[in-house]
């Protein structure tokens, strides 16, 4: 006679799993099969505590999930990411806020009854959708929207200690994405990434290619920029992809050598000096105060 947990497990394989992109407030009792793609936990002055969670089915259908602090280790804990699990008697509620991981109208909520199981299903798929820089740089883009981007890192500055209002600090780091076609977007990251990718960048070990999942798009001073949702972006430094392998292949002349820049307002006559001898580390003011331009193009103008 089979356990209890045996006709469980058997119970739940064979149930229907809905996909997630047919998911509505109607499916309060049904299932779905998913992996888990990011979770982070986050404190809303109003909402309190919870785990967050973006979700992915087999057809790469997405869906953000979010848990309170009540249920975190019931229920949040069996969600690890890059695991499959079979996720049933949960809440759909309608997709809001001011940036949202998925382009679903609707969000899984837990509750009591919610059911987590272990799936067998294995893959290493990310299910990512990256936006092309062209898109990106037209302006057309829903900026409520957390987007996945790559590309290689250019004109990487210092981890920055920023004062903000509350009294608390910030670290935050400036530097350039570039894509496989040159295409050049200014980005900024803030927090605990920032100490990461400085390190990654101070390295003599070649190119550094960048993986942001669910970054946020927006304008400082007018200009487009990219930069990190916090908690809710995820960063993968020289992604093992195809992707950024192609950038391997690029042939990188003076204009795409990686170069670490100091952010010190006097030193833009060093700046001109040094420009011209792409091996050593220069220093350059804000990126954000000049346009973006190539090494070749800043030997050109001096």
């Not at 058997?10 to 509505?24: F, M």
């Not at 809001?96 to 294995?122: C, D, E, L, Q, W």
């Not at 990487?156 to 295409?183: A, M, P, W």
Request: with cysteine.
């Amino acid at each position: 006679m089979a356990s209890k947990k045996q006709i469980k497990t058997a119970i739940v394989s064979h149930e229907q799993a809905i996909p997630i992109n047919n998911l509505k407030p109607v499916h309060t009792a049904k299932m779905v099969h998913a992996k888990v793609l990011h979770s982070w936990k986050q404190n809303i002055q109003l909402g309190g505590e919870t785990m967050e969670f973006v979700l992915v089915d087999e057809n790469g259908h997405k869906i953000h999930a979010t848990c309170k602090k009540t249920y975190i280790e019931s229920k949040g804990s069996l969600l690890p990411i890059g695991a499959w699990r079979y996720i049933r008697n949960f809440h759909v509620r309608p997709a809001g806020g001011a940036y949202r991981t998925t382009n679903h109208a609707y969000k899984i909520v837990f509750n009591p009854n919610t059911n987590v199981s272990r799936s067998n299903f294995m893959n290493d798929e990310l299910y990512l959708n990256l936006v092309d820089f062209q898109l990106i740089l037209s302006g057309t883009l829903d900026e409520k929207l957390l987007i996945d981007v790559l590309g290689q890192v250019l004109d990487c500055g210092d981890v920055e200690t920023i004062q903000c209002s509350g009294g608390y600090q910030r670290k935050k780091l400036e530097f350039i994405l570039r894509d496989i076609n040159d295409s050049r977007i200014p980005c900024c990251i803030w927090g605990n990434l920032t100490d990461i990718l400085h390190s990654a960048c101070n390295q003599d070990d070649g190119m550094v290619t960048l993986l942001l999942r669910f970054a946020k798009l927006g304008k400082f001073r007018g200009e487009l920029q990219i930069s990190n949702s916090f908690d809710a972006s995820r960063m993968i430094i020289n992604p093992e992809i195809p992707e950024a392998e192609a950038f391997k292949d690029i042939d990188n002349g003076d204009d795409t050598t990686l170069i670490t820049f100091e952010s010190n307002e006097e030193s833009q006559e060093d700046n001109n000096k040094q420009v011209n001898h792409p091996g050593k580390r220069g220093q350059r003011d804000k990126w954000l105060i000049f346009p973006t331009k190539t090494i070749q193009e800043m030997i050109a103008s001096t």
